[in-house]
């Protein structure tokens, strides 16, 4: 069974670094892309991003460019999403996706979403 | 960079009702790359509807999709108590933005 499995809610201050995690199990990690979704709150969904782990080949959207780093960890089939310096706009629920190809690219595979929350 | 729009923001009908629920493309979209996915309170989005019209893995067939270049529909034939939630359509296009998605639908009990 296909499963992501994120890391736990964080409450950070403005300025602080972040670094939250997604473990794939179930599937080779190497084989396919997995991403990044952000939920403020209230509000709809928005593609962050994405990592191939088998080259670590990234993209990301042009509205997350810069502001987030999407890394990989193919021998522990873990993948990252990183702020250097948090704002209180980053408070969220961030979601990491995997598509698939047979599913024309759709996110089939969904984590259960940690909640990231930035205040003084 | 490809925006979806999608109406009503907000649906109020009863069980056993039909939902028709639109996304509208800025442009083209293909047909193999429109997605619906169904998201509850507290929980994760799921996918419903991939490639415009074919149901994911166990998902009841009251849920339909159609259309194809710019405007696409999420149908819910007759709406079971579990099925109102918010609805996003969202497309898979080229660079720079592959992935985006609509505003969603709420579609709640009238």
């Known amino acids: 069974e296909v499963q992501l499995v994120q890391s736990g809610a964080e409450v950070k201050k403005p300025g602080e670094s972040l670094k939250i995690s997604c473990k794939g199990s179930g599937y080779s990690f190497t084989s396919y892309w997995i991403g990044w979704v952000r939920q403020m709150p209230g509000k709809g969904l928005e593609w962050m991003g994405i990592?191939?782990?088998?080259?670590?080949?990234?993209r990301y959207s042009p509205s997350f460019q810069g502001q987030v780093t999407i890394s990989a960890d193919k021998s522990i089939s873990t993948a990252y999403l990183q702020w250097s310096s948090l704002k209180a706009s980053d408070t969220a629920m961030y979601y990491c996706?995997?598509?698939?190809?047979?599913?024309?690219?759709?996110?089939?595979?969904w984590g259960q979403g940690t909640l990231v929350t930035v205040s003084s | 960079e490809i925006v979806l729009t999608q109406s009503p923001g907000t649906l109020s009908l009863s069980p056993g009702e039909r939902a028709t629920l639109s996304c509208r493309a800025s442009q083209s979209v293909s047909s193999s790359y429109l997605a619906w996915y169904q998201q509850k309170p507290g929980q994760a989005p799921r996918l419903l509807i991939y490639?415009?019209?074919s149901r994911a893995t166990g998902i009841p067939d009251r849920f339909s999709g159609s259309g194809s270049g710019t405007d696409f529909t999420l149908t819910i034939s007759r709406l079971e108590p579990e099925d109102f939630a918010v609805y996003y359509c969202q497309q898979y296009g080229s660079s720079p933005l592959p992935w985006t998605f609509g505003q969603g639908t709420k579609v709640e009990i009238k």
């Open positions: 996706v995997s598509p698939r190809s047979d599913t024309a690219m759709a996110f089939d595979y």
């Open positions: 990592i191939y782990p088998g080259d670590s080949d990234t």
């Open positions: 490639g415009a019209s």
